[in-house]
């Protein structure tokens, strides 16, 4: 079972680009890397997905090097509704080991 | 796509009451569901895994007959809290994923349970 590590929080300002990285040194070949969102007292609400390179959608990108034993959360142009916690999942669905959370980052978006 | 509704959102009950929770996948059929708890503050703990038609698998310290799991039907997953005490006080989370590879989990907006 992969274990992620993330940096506890996070500050940054509206209007700039925010890179959140998670760590996964025992990740598996199977495994993919899945980030989330969550404001208080709401459920975590899915970001983005991948395996390897380069993903990007509509609200974020996410990087993952060649050894894939860490991943970048990139957040463009940050607002204040943007804070929040954060949470880096590794695993693989066929096991269903990819639905344990780690601590999560913390952002602080200031004006 | 994907959303994931949770009933009630908050509930506020006598201790030794028994209080079910309603996890539905309204667009999708779940094969698996999971339900969590979260303390003020932290992250999220897995309690248990439901798959459609079989029973729970339930973590490692969660009381299978205190924290009891059904998942009968694809869209449907309730979890009932019997004879609650304060203590179990919490917010739980559902979420549901359904059966394409590596499609992710999608959450409810939780259950704020307090034990008076």
């Known amino acids: 079972l992969a274990k992620t590590t993330q940096p506890i929080s996070m500050d940054s300002y509206e209007g700039q680009e925010v890179n959140i990285t998670c760590s996964h040194n025992?990740?598996?070949?199977?495994?993919?890397i899945t980030w989330y969102q969550q404001f208080p007292s709401q459920g975590p609400r899915f970001i983005i997905q991948g395996y390897k390179t380069k993903v990007t959608n509509e609200v974020a990108s996410l990087f993952i090097p060649a050894d894939r034993k860490s991943s970048t959360l990139s957040l463009p142009r940050v607002s204040l509704s943007d804070t929040a916690v954060y949470y880096c999942l590794v695993g693989d669905k066929t096991t269903n080991n990819d639905m344990r959370f780690g601590a999560g980052t913390r952002l602080t978006v200031k004006p | 796509g994907a959303v994931v509704s949770q009933h009630p959102s908050w509930v506020i009950c006598k201790s030794g009451t028994s209080v079910k929770i309603e996890c539905r996948s309204l667009d999708f059929q779940a094969t698996t569901m999971f339900w969590y708890r979260q303390f003020p503050k932290q992250s999220l703990m897995l309690m248990a895994t439901s798959n459609e038609g079989s029973k729970a698998t339930y973590e490692q310290g969660v009381e299978k007959d205190k924290f009891l799991i059904n998942h009968a039907s694809l869209t449907l997953s309730t979890l009932t809290v019997t004879s609650a005490h304060p203590e179990d006080s919490s917010f739980y989370i559902c979420s549901a994923r359904g059966d394409y590879s590596n499609q992710p989990q999608h959450f409810g907006d939780g259950t704020r349970l307090s034990i008076l």
């Open positions: 025992n990740i598996a070949t199977n495994d993919y």
